[in-house]
């Protein structure tokens, strides 16, 4: 093979080696843009449904509530049940304690586990809440979610349910059917996030997310960005070869 078909192979090579990266860096880009945007549209529905009028939970007919309604408001007509279920390693203002959730009746006969908010750990991690729900029949107002989730696991036994009264359970994580398994209830698979102003409502602080689309369109300009830089490095690459060749 000649010295200048070599030339020309490795100039051909390293055509297609830039033009591949920027291509790829480029595809890299607006797939983050795509993500941005899809977020951006996801957030936008959960915000018109916490904004939207509440409905009855007895008026919902979904397999998967959480899916389908997350951020839905609603409204429950009934009553509590006296049982509490108590979530682990919760935090708020600094301080460590359990969300409180409660079994509700709906007049409907749905049983759903409704989250009341946050007590501090008072005392010893042996010491029993005092906790006492409302017994006569209302209406609550939340909204729809999933299941709380704590950061982290604390111990290998985290699904374990610990007895602590007869009525009160404290567990590591909360999942409807498990929770209505312990109490002889079949629960409403997923959980409504208590108003402040509610009967038997506690300590509520309830964290909206953003859209998380900034993050992506940051990671859309890094990408942008570093086409730019190989652009530039091959046009500065070929206009020096095409220097030396004249």
Request: hydrophobic share 50%.
């Amino acid at each position: 093979m000649s010295r200048a078909t070599n030339s020309t192979l490795r100039t051909v090579m390293t055509v297609a080696t830039f033009v591949l990266g920027f291509a790829l860096l480029c595809s890299l880009g607006l797939w983050q843009l795509s993500r941005a945007a899809e977020k951006q549209a996801r957030y936008a529905a959960f915000v018109a449904r916490l904004e939207a009028p509440a409905v009855n939970v007895d008026d919902l007919d979904t397999a998967d509530p959480a899916a389908s309604h997350a951020w839905q408001r609603v409204r429950l007509r009934g009553h509590y049940r006296d049982l509490h279920v108590l979530l682990d390693n919760r935090v708020q203002a600094g301080r460590v304690g359990y969300d409180v959730l409660s079994p509700f009746v709906t007049e409907g006969g749905r049983t759903v586990l409704i989250d009341r908010g946050w007590i501090p750990l008072e005392g010893s991690r042996e010491t029993v809440p005092d906790l006492v729900a409302p017994a006569d029949p209302f209406t609550l107002s939340g909204f729809i979610g999933e299941p709380p989730v704590v950061g982290v696991e604390l111990n290998a036994a985290a699904a374990t349910a610990e007895w602590l009264a007869p009525r009160i359970v404290r567990v590591q994580r909360v999942e409807p059917a498990g929770i209505g398994e312990l109490f002889g209830l079949e629960t409403w698979p997923a959980v409504v996030y208590l108003d402040a102003d509610a009967p038997g409502a506690l300590a509520v602080d309830w964290p909206v997310p953003g859209d998380g689309s900034a993050r992506h369109r940051a990671y859309a300009v890094q990408w942008f960005a570093m086409a730019a830089v190989l652009a530039t490095i091959g046009i500065a690459l070929a206009y020096r070869k095409r220097s030396t060749q004249t």
